[in-house]
């Protein structure tokens, strides 16, 4: 479909805000990536279904990011609409513990909420960039916590070709580290969540410190980064294993492993995203090579062509056949 006619569709729809040929380097932490066919900011969960509705009709290939935090995007970009739940600020307190919001609003937002009213739970994010969107589809969070301590249900428009509002309790994401069984192409429109009140003064404040400040001594702030590259294998750390094989530092142009956290992969000035995804696979390599672990990927990708299958894309039907979801992000 050309770009003309997919813009005169998403015009007619009134889906939100669209942006032709957008260049995701700009929604991306790591500063890297090609332009889509057109991003679409929905206002609401109306306009979202809508859009997904209209995308599924016209076989138009989608993604769904929040932040972009821990994506990366190839060179040439995606072809397809991105969708981009930025504009779905909803906040409502609906109990004295419990919140539901927007996929778009930021957790840190949220973790400044709960730290505020000593209500404990998401301690485990501070620092944590992006949306609570996002963190919901990959159990974001860290050693001292991850987003299922709290999560509750989420509103999640499905993909095609059977395009719905539902509601899905926490408990039937099957949240486990970094991944939750989101069904493909599904994009999170509304998080509800709950907490626990603390009857010590300050305490979570306290705790949300002592996490923000560990983070900040451990992992590299003021460079371009997508968090943490690589998941931890069983009983292990990725970092300590890219360390141990003396890895910290190596470049791939612009591209260069953390010296401060080897699992953070930077992008020190112009790096490509070719370049970026290089590094991660000589680095990926070396450990396999000198300890025999073979490191998963934690950063999503897109766009690249031999992406694993990820949770917030959907591809349009091939030779007949209905494919959801072959790329995607956190």
């Given at each position: 479909m050309r770009i003309r006619a997919l813009d005169g569709a998403l015009q007619k729809?009134?889906?939100?805000?669209?942006?032709?040929e957008e260049r995701l380097a700009n929604y991306t932490y790591m500063g890297v990536g090609g332009p889509?066919?057109?991003?679409v900011?929905?206002?609401?969960?109306?306009s979202l279904e809508r859009l997904i509705k209209l995308l599924g009709e016209l076989e138009v290939a989608y993604v769904a990011i929040g932040g972009g935090t821990n994506l990366l995007v190839s060179d040439q970009g995606f072809d397809g609409v991105v969708v981009s739940t930025d504009a779905l600020q909803e906040w409502t307190e609906t109990s004295?513990?419990?919140?539901r919001t927007g996929s778009g609003v930021t957790t840190s937002r949220i973790v400044r909420w709960a730290a505020g009213r000593n209500l404990s739970g998401l301690e485990g994010l501070a620092g944590v960039p992006g949306t609570i969107g996002g963190a919901s589809v990959m159990n974001a969070g860290g050693t001292w916590g991850d987003i299922s301590d709290s999560l509750m249900r989420v509103e999640v428009v499905t993909g095609p070709p059977e395009v719905h509002t539902v509601t899905v309790e926490a408990e039937a994401l099957n949240l486990a580290y970094r991944s939750s069984s989101l069904p493909a192409g599904s994009v999170i429109g509304r998080v509800e969540l709950g907490f626990t009140s603390e009857e010590e003064p300050h305490a979570v404040e306290r705790r949300t410190t002592e996490t923000m400040e560990r983070r900040l001594n451990t992992q590299p702030k003021g460079v371009r980064s997508a968090?943490?590259?690589?998941?931890?294998?069983?009983?292990?750390?990725?970092?300590?294993?890219?360390?141990a094989c003396g890895l910290k530092g190596m470049r791939e142009?612009?591209?260069?492993?953390?010296?401060?956290?080897?699992n953070?992969?930077?992008n020190t000035g112009n790096a490509t995203a070719t370049e970026i995804r290089t590094l991660i696979e000589r680095v990926r390599e070396q450990v396999r090579i000198k300890?025999?672990?073979?490191?998963d990927l934690e950063v999503g990708t897109l766009g690249f062509g031999d992406d694993p299958v990820l949770r917030t894309v959907w591809m349009p039907p091939v030779k007949g056949r209905r494919e959801a979801g072959r790329m995607a992000v956190p």
């Open positions: 729809a009134r889906v939100g805000e669209i942006r032709l889509c066919r057109a991003l900011r929905p206002p609401d969960l109306v004295s513990s419990s919140l968090g943490s590259t690589f998941k931890n294998p069983p009983g292990d750390a990725a970092g300590r294993l890219i360390e142009g612009a591209a260069e492993v953390s010296e401060k956290h080897a953070f992969m930077l300890t025999g672990v073979s490191l």
